[in-house]
């Protein structure tokens, strides 16, 4: 069945380090893919998504490419920052899923400071 | 605000309690989701509607849970007789009628059942 698989946390770093979470799926079709990002005490947010392969999606320093070949939409940050502390969750969507998002179990993202 | 809201944000139950919980979604969204997470765990998902009309349920949904969205705006979400095993975080999201359209979470409402 379609699944996500994420890098397990926590994943923990100094302020300024460079940050790779890492997310690989399985599906049947053509996903879209997303990554999501909950900050504590607060709801998921979407932090940057593509939908076809070879995209780049990129928010706030973040950047993930939608690599068809490795099945694989890793999260990347060149310099991270203790705001960036939450937990991160990789999710596919399949049109023909009733529009419903498989996710990750999600990585936990502890920023030291 | 203009966010998707879920009330209550924290509720505490005895086992075999009913509890209800609500989500009003953003209001030009007519489609709206019922995830559940527990901790260390991605969502799952409980159901989906769009606009009134419940469109699909997870096999997660037993006969003890359910959803309505009367009038195509807000959901509640009802489960009877409550298990520990229910304990967990009840997520809602919304979103438009569109493909790839993005889903918009509450801040979701944490059961804990003694």
């Known amino acids: 069945g379609d699944s996500v698989t994420q890098m397990e946390g926590p994943v923990t770093l100094s302020e300024e380090a460079f940050l790779t979470i890492n997310c690989t799926y399985t599906?049947?079709?053509?996903?879209?893919l997303f990554w999501y990002v909950q900050y504590p005490g607060e709801g998921l947010q979407l932090l940057l998504k593509?939908?076809?392969a070879d995209d780049k999606g990129s928010n706030k320093g973040f950047e993930a490419t939608y690599r068809k070949e490795t099945t694989s939409f890793h999260l990347e940050k060149g310099s991270v920052q203790v705001s960036d502390s939450a937990v991160y969750f990789c999710?596919?969507?399949?049109?023909?899923?009733?529009?419903?998002?498989?996710w990750g179990a999600g990585t936990k993202l502890i920023i030291k400071p | 605000d203009t966010g998707v809201s879920q009330d209550p944000r924290h509720k505490i139950t005895k086992r075999g309690q009913n509890v209800t919980f609500r989500c009003d979604p953003i209001?030009?969204?007519?489609?709206l989701y019922w995830y559940r997470q527990t901790l260390g765990q991605g969502p799952e998902f409980l159901t989906y509607?769009?606009?009134?009309?419940?469109?699909?349920k997870s096999r997660l949904l037993s006969d003890r849970f359910s959803a309505e969205r009367p009038k195509g705006s807000f959901s509640t979400l009802e489960i009877q007789r409550t298990e520990q095993g229910d304990s967990a975080m009840y997520l809602c999201?919304?979103?438009?009628?569109?493909?790839?359209?993005?889903?918009?979470f509450g801040e979701g409402s944490r059961l804990t059942v003694l």
């Open positions: 209001s030009e969204h007519n489609r």
């Open positions: 999201a919304s979103s438009v009628d569109r493909v790839g359209g993005e889903l918009f």
């Open positions: 999710a596919l969507y399949l049109m023909d899923s009733n529009y419903q998002l498989i």
């Open positions: 599906a049947t079709g053509y996903p879209s």
């Open positions: 509607f769009q606009n009134e009309a419940q469109l699909e």
């Open positions: 593509a939908t076809k």
